[in-house]
């Protein structure tokens, strides 16, 4: 007779055969506009390309219309716009024809609410606490201090206040087949069944004459408003008696339904009644009816711009129509995860990338219980599939399997691995911050890697006059002020209701004890908002496991510069801020008070990451604007690049804990794509021309600003971000005037886009459509031929020598991704020049026909080549602008890391050091992994290399006598060069092997070399 240990045996090795790693990943944004369908017919392309895994954007079902998939409404579904089950398997089995797999994203977070697709929400909304699913989404039922209020959801979807809405019979009650909603245009709200009793209580009084005749509907017609009268309001808890009133309700909809079909007094009378609630235009009090039965509601209807003050549901940042899950609660967690798990069991999907872990309540607690209910689902699958556990009951099994599960690393217990499922975390590390290293997971989605290898082709040695530049153009804060007084601003704004909440709650803590009763709520209010304006990272991680020394650290520096910045602030009120979130107990607190204190920490916690994501990324990335290639996700744009030692040592740290994080430079969220940061970084080498260029700039286009309430528009700041934006996306080469014409309109777009983030004149919450509409007419002025003639001639000159100089560093930055330690991660359509803005620019579509095309005739040309590909590779950078050779680049060195798997993942990363007249302009590194060998070398910083556009970074007049010496490798190895063909030889350098980069660069501007 089998048994559990048995079946967890069978389920590890299915494990250890299954187990497959990404070595390079192509992220797809699904959608209507880009189905399974659309996939499937790319996917040999991928495969050409050298991907070994697709990376999806989330599929399960969301809100109709979504481009993004991040506002799911049912976790147990595919989306039915991007196709049907049987499409999604084929799309499946096409990956697996190919020998490749699958990466998920998913969105634990939160789910979509808006429109009335989201059952769950639905429930929530008509039976309030009593719902199964009240406890599903993080609702403060009794956090607002109006009594009215709790046991409520507040819902701002009101497009104009809430007394002009209701008298002018935009709020609706309607009646269709046994259930009664409430409508405001087109989104619907169900109504309370135990509110039922006051619709039918009036009914009665109208119809009870016309049934006189018809007893049999009459007394079905009162049994059923009995049966509505002994419904529990929405606030009872009690299990039994909340799944009994499911039940009533429903049996209570399907007799009115049967009711009101079969008698058509009934349904005549109910129409009538409906009527006279929705009241009589400019007959204020013939809405009291109506009234009454929405405050009934277990939800208040609201105006919109009463959320940020009032809502009483945790959001995704300040997204209304995104509430946040308790997903640590195991229910939750089940619920929201039964599809993924399955897919993944089915080896339909390889691996999972979590989006926002920061929201989560406790992500350690997530990632463990993530990979344990995997090696669950796993063993389901095992179970179903083998006859040995045929007729097992798996309610019965699953309880004991996952405490065997949870306890692998016992003696005597299955080796199951520490994480079987790959997974990465989407996480903003802070500058000296790390991944914790006990989280279940393979590392980040990439940020971290992005903005170090972004940094490694910024001048540091600009760094002074480019600040001197901006402060002098602009008078701009510097970065540290501009992000503390946007994190106060969110806090003030935006997240107001959050915070209040939490505020709240710190002043029940405070209530407690003696030491702390006399804090005023106003105080701790004050206190609370200076320790999160002044918090360093996104979160800590403090929870019931205790505090470990990050936290300890972080509060500790978050409190100490709130202190130093509010000397007139009681130190007192900072010290117990501190000692309540660092969980030092003061002597009077028992078991249920330090349970509520730890419960604060946590919710402090998913504050603090909203506000930073909102302070700094949706804020002061648009203020501050210096040089925006390091105004990037992850990034700090105070600092000012990486020296090639940081880039090694931060290298070298991955390589040893988190070999297979991703290794991104563009992603869906990203504020500008890879190839524009590469021409931004440019000005940093060019500070003087920059500086004489926006001189002459702001000259020639000073007659197309306008006045708007006193202000210029633009203003200086927001001109320094326009004209930098122009240069990163300025199209690559000669456009037609269709083409022209899209290119002012995205501009535009995105100028009016950054302004609203920013928050300076104009904003999402309160747009000043006049400033906007200055910003559009000065973007369409400037970039007028008729209009602007001589400034586009001057910025045309400039930009073909930043681009030139660009197109290199993201020639090298593409390479180094490829090989870098981690796996590198291709956002779709960016294997070539990548000149997109922040999103919905990001999104357009993907010419993958043209794509397939180019890659079809570099493949041919390669082919014809043989081994000699010298040509082919100096006409490739003489014509870099067509991006042939971003896509070559792509290509050889995606299928070398299929060729040669773990080369480049797994493998020790070894820093090559340069020697000569040209050292400082060389990055370079060896990989190995058994006695497979591979050198990487990019150019950086090359305006000092060569003078103009019109000269190519190639050769021993540029290079003259640099060297790269390269550790650990025999001095006679034979090395391939993959871009050129060649076969080179290593020379001695001062006793190490060495290549000569007069040589490694003679025809080609990278270099990738197997040994």
């Known amino acids: 007779m089998p048994t559990v240990e048995d079946l967890l045996q069978k389920t590890a090795q299915r494990l250890a055969q299954r187990q497959r790693f990404p070595e390079s990943t192509y992220r797809l944004q699904f959608h209507a506009g880009f189905t399974f369908r659309d996939a499937c017919a790319i996917v040999p392309y991928l495969s050409e ?97 109006r009594p009215k209020q709790r046991n409520r959801v507040l819902l701002p979807v009101l497009g104009e206040p809430y007394g002009q809405a209701l008298e002018a019979q935009r709020i609706r009650l309607a009646y269709a087949l046994g259930a009664f909603t409430l409508h405001y245009g087109d989104q619907r709200f169900p109504v309370a069944p135990h509110s039922y009793a006051r619709i039918l209580r009036i009914n009665l009084e109208v119809m009870q004459p016309a049934l006189d005749a018809d007893v049999a509907a009459l007394d079905e017609y009162q049994s059923i408003l009995i049966a509505v009268s002994q419904l529990p309001d929405g606030t009872e808890t009690n299990p039994a008696l909340v799944d009994e009133c499911q039940r009533e309700k429903e049996l209570i ?17 109910l129409a009538k009644t409906v009527v006279l609630f929705n009241g009589v235009a400019g007959e204020p009090h013939s809405f009291d009816a109506l009234e009454h039965l929405l405050d009934e509601q277990a939800y208040r209807l609201a105006f919109w711009r009463v959320a940020s003050d009032e809502i009483n549901f945790r959001r995704f940042f300040d997204i209304n129509e995104l509430a946040a899950l308790n997903t640590e609660k195991p229910e939750v967690f089940a619920a929201t995860h039964e599809l993924i798990l399955r897919l993944l069991a089915q080896g339909k999907a390889d691996g999972l990338r979590i989006d926002h872990i920061d929201g989560l309540y406790d992500p350690k607690q997530y990632l463990r219980r993530l990979q344990q209910h995997y090696v669950l689902a796993c063993a389901q699958e095992v179970a179903r599939s083998d006859p040995a556990w045929r007729g097992w009951d798996w309610n019965e099994l699953e309880d004991s399997l996952l405490a065997i599960i949870g306890e692998a690393d016992l003696d005597g217990a299955p080796e199951l691995p520490r994480c079987p499922l790959y997974v990465v975390v989407e996480k903003i590390l802070g500058a000296s911050e790390l991944l914790p290293p006990d989280w279940d997971t393979h590392g980040t989605s990439g940020y ?71 804090f005023t709520l106003s105080g701790l209010r004050l206190a609370l908002t200076e320790v999160i304006a002044c918090f360093p990272v996104y979160r800590s991680y403090i929870s ?66 909203p506000v930073m994501a909102m302070g700094v990324e949706n804020t002061s990335f648009y203020v501050y604007n210096r040089l925006l290639a390091l105004n990037e996700v992850g990034g700090d744009p105070a600092r000012f690049g990486f020296t090639p030692a940081a880039v090694h ?87 037609g005037s269709e083409e022209y014409a899209e290119f002012v309109k995205r501009i535009q777009e995105y100028m009016v886009k950054a302004l609203h983030e920013a928050k300076v004149h104009t904003s999402w919450i309160n747009p000043c459509e006049a400033y906007d509409e200055a910003v559009r007419q000065f973007v369409a002025r400037i970039l007028d031929e008729e209009l602007s003639g001589p400034f586009l001639q001057d910025m045309r000159a400039f930009h073909q020598r930043v681009s030139h100089f660009g197109l290199f ?54 082919a014809e080549a043989g081994s000699d590909r010298r040509a082919l590779a100096r006409e490739l950078t003489h014509g870099k602008q067509d991006g042939r050779i971003k896509l070559y680049v792509t ?16 493998g020790d990363y070894f820093p090559a050091e340069t020697t000569g007249a040209r050292r400082d302009h060389v990055f370079g590194f060896s990989r190995r992994l058994g006695d ?80």
Not at 253 to 267: F, P
Not at 560 to 573: D, F, H, I, Y
Not at 818 to 843: A, K
Not at 934 to 940: D, F, H, S
């Open 49 to 145: 390309l050298g991907i070994t895994h697709c990376y999806a954007s989330p599929y399960l079902q969301a809100r109709a219309g979504s481009q993004h998939g991040y506002d799911i409404t049912n976790h147990r579904a595919l989306n039915p716009e991007i196709g049907s089950e049987a499409e999604y398997d084929a799309f499946v089995a096409a990956l697996h024809a190919h020998g490749m797999g699958q990466i998920l994203d998913i969105v634990p977070n939160h789910m979509g609410i808006a429109g009335n697709d989201n059952a769950w929400w639905n429930d929530v909304l008509e039976n309030g606490p009593s719902s199964p699913y009240a406890g599903y989404f993080d609702i403060g039922w009794q956090d607002s201090p």
């Open 253 to 269: 909809k399907q007799r009115l339904a049967a009711l009101t079909e079969k008698s058509a007094e009934v349904r005549d009378s």
């Open 448 to 518: 971290d890697f992005l903005n170090v290898v972004n940094g490694l082709f910024v001048d540091r040695d600009g760094e002074r006059p480019m600040t001197r530049l901006y402060q002098q153009r602009t008078g701009t804060a510097p970065f540290a002020a501009v992000v503390y007084e946007n994190k106060r601003l969110i806090l003030q704004t935006a997240l107001a209701s959050e915070f209040q909440m939490l505020a709240n709650q710190l002043d029940r803590l405070a209530q407690q004890d003696r030491s702390s009763r006399d």
């Open 544 to 609: 019931e496991e205790g505090v470990h020394d990050p936290d300890l650290k972080y509060v500790e520096a978050a409190v100490r510069q709130a202190s130093v910045r509010n000397p007139t602030l009681s130190m007192s009120l900072f010290r117990f801020v501190r000692d309540v979130l660092l969980l030092r107990d003061p002597e009077s607190t028992g078991k249920e008070d330090r349970a509520e204190q730890c419960h604060f920490a946590g919710k402090f916690q998913q504050v603090t990451a």
């Open 649 to 735: 040592q931060f290298n070298q740290s991955r390589q040893a804990q988190w070999p297979r994080a991703l290794s991104p430079l563009s992603t869906h969220d990203t504020k500008r794509g890879e190839d524009v940061r590469a021409r931004l970084n440019v000005l940093s080498e060019l500070p003087e021309e920059w500086g004489e260029c926006l001189e002459r700039w702001s000259h020639f286009n000073g007659p197309h600003r306008t006045l708007v309430d006193e202000f210029f528009v633009p203003d200086a700041n927001e001109e320094y971000l326009l004209y930098q934006t122009l240069l990163g996306a300025w199209p690559n080469g000669p456009c």
């Open 809 to 862: 560093n993201g020639l090298a930055q593409t390479l180094l991704k490829l090989t870098l330690p981690g796996v590198p991660d291709t956002y779709q359509g960016t294997e070539l020049w990548d000149f997109r803005l922040v999103d919905p620019d990001n999104r357009r579509p993907v010419d993958y026909e043209a794509r397939q095309e180019l890659l079809r005739a570099l493949r041919g040309r390669s």
């Open 891 to 906: 290509a050889q060195a995606l299928r070398c890391r299929r060729d040669h798997p773990g080369l480049f993942s797994t």
């Open 932 to 1011: 497979r060998q591979a050198v990487v070398a990019v150019p950086r910083l090359l305006t000092r290399l060569v003078p103009g556009p019109e000269a190519l970074p190639l050769g021993a007049e540029v290079w003259q006598n640099t060297r790269l010496l390269l550790p650990n490798v025999e001095p006679k190895t034979l090395w391939h060069n993959l871009f050129t063909g060649e076969t080179l030889t290593c020379e001695d350098s001062q006793g190490q092997p060495a290549l000569s980069m007069a040589e490694l660069f003679a025809h080609f501007p990278v270099a990738l070399l197997l040994s």
